[in-house]
């Protein structure tokens, strides 16, 4: 039984690191309430702007706004729940039969004394078609 749960452990930190591979890019980024992240996506001939801020903090969770391509979206998140993330898809599902790349947005941390939100950014892009770009 012992062998059996080593040989189970092992298989699983292996998973765990190969589906983490799937990420490009990782960048975190604080921001206080209301101010707002620019992140420039490009694709091929394309140029498109997804925006992001905070509006609310309250019973541990985040209210969050961001858009995409002039569509905007509402969540909330909070640290110890499954809806810790939001994921953005970057590109439309066209003629190709692929992963459509995505921007995953984690909720990490809430800095209680500069009252900061702090994001990690994944980005999932098997096909490297994707170039991001932080504005201020």
Known sequence: MKLFLQVFFFIGIFFIQ????????????KLKKDQLKKIL???????????????????NGLVVFHSYDKFVFQNVLYLRYKNQFFKQELKSKGADDYVTPYLLVKFKEFNYETREA???????????????????
């Open 18 to 29: 190969v589906d983490a591979m799937d990420f490009k890019e990782v960048k975190t980024i």
């Open 41 to 59: 996506v490009k694709y091929g001939s394309f140029s498109k702007l997804l925006t992001m801020r905070w509006t609310l903090y309250k019973n």
């Open 118 to 136: 702090i994001f990690d950014l994944f980005l999932s892009d098997s096909q490297a078609q994707i170039n991001l770009k932080y504005l201020k």
